[in-house]
């Protein structure tokens, strides 16, 4: 398969971007970069009207633990409901276990 | 209040407002909790593009009726209860000046805007519990500190079985509920 690229000119530097859809999906951990590959995933629940089903980030092994602490930690003991209203599944990414 | 950002500017008018007595009660629940539920925290999150509001999301305010029907307009300034108005939703976040605290976050440059009213203690206990976290979670937060694959083993054990204690704890609330 031919991969269609964006070449993004920064002077010195030219970073080659896989054009839309073909972006390797990473470690969803956005408090700084990482590059180590997934293998957890948390799916939470979605709230919304609109609503198009439960979401699944996923994240390196240290990401995960961290991500889900906080999730229990801060976000569930701070907002209503209970576990389940912000936890759909976790775990491995190939065995996640729903609740 | 008014809020810059890089291609929008957005005015939010802050009122003294003066309950009346009917409404008084009502109001205060806001604050301090009704029927052992936790107390409710308005909220306005609005997102703009190239200048222009594109969505907006408010939780537990009154709208301009329900503000005009409820209260009237306080001309003494050091009213205990007051107003943010948002004109592009036409809302309004009611402050108690004694019990409140106010927490306006801009991000994306200014594009999103989020207004957060919470009582003080309970701000002051989100604090004691972030600061937990981050006492107890501090070096996987890190990007600088390495942790072992044996340390990594215990953190992914340590948050799973607080799913499972956490579970457990609303299963004992549910049946203690339904024996009461």
């Not at chain 1, 229990?72 to 065995?95: D, K, N």
């Not at chain 2, 939780?59 to 004109?87: C, G, K, N, Y």
């Not at chain 2, 009582?119 to 890190?142: S, V």
Request: glycine content about 6%.
């Amino acid at each position: 398969m031919m991969s269609t690229k964006i070449t993004l000119d920064h002077g010195d530097i030219d970073i080659d971007l896989p054009a839309e859809g073909q972006r390797p999906r990473g470690c969803d951990w956005n408090e700084s970069v990482c590059t180590d590959t997934p293998t957890h995933t948390i799916v939470v629940p979605d709230h919304d009207e609109d609503a198009s089903g439960p979401h699944a980030s996923t994240y390196c092994a240290r990401h995960y633990a961290v991500s889900l602490a906080e999730l229990l930690t801060l976000h569930v003991q701070q907002c209503s409901g209970g576990v389940r209203e912000h936890l759909s599944a976790y775990g491995e990414i190939s065995a996640p276990r729903w609740l | 209040m008014r809020i810059d950002s890089t291609d929008r500017s957005v005015d939010f008018p802050i009122k003294p407002w003066l309950a009346n007595d009917q409404s008084t009660e009502s109001i205060r629940s806001w604050v301090d909790g009704e029927d052992g539920l936790a107390p409710l925290q308005p909220t306005l999150v609005l997102h703009s593009e190239g200048g222009i509001l594109r969505d907006a999301r408010v939780d537990h305010a009154l709208d301009t009726e329900q503000l005009e029907h409820f209260t009237r307009a306080a001309e003494d300034e050091d009213s205990p209860w007051w107003v943010i108005e948002d004109p592009n939703t036409r809302t309004g976040l009611l402050v108690s000046r004694e019990h409140h605290l106010v927490t306006v976050e801009t991000d994306d440059d200014g594009a999103t805007v989020h207004i957060h009213v919470e009582p003080r203690r309970a701000k002051a206990e989100r604090d004691k519990q972030r600061d937990r976290f981050a006492r107890r979670w501090g070096p996987w937060l890190d990007p600088d500190a390495a942790l072992g694959p044996d340390q990594i083993r215990r953190g992914i054990a340590r948050a799973e079985e607080m799913v499972l204690e956490l579970l457990a704890e609303e299963t004992t609330d549910d049946s203690e509920d339904s024996d009461a």
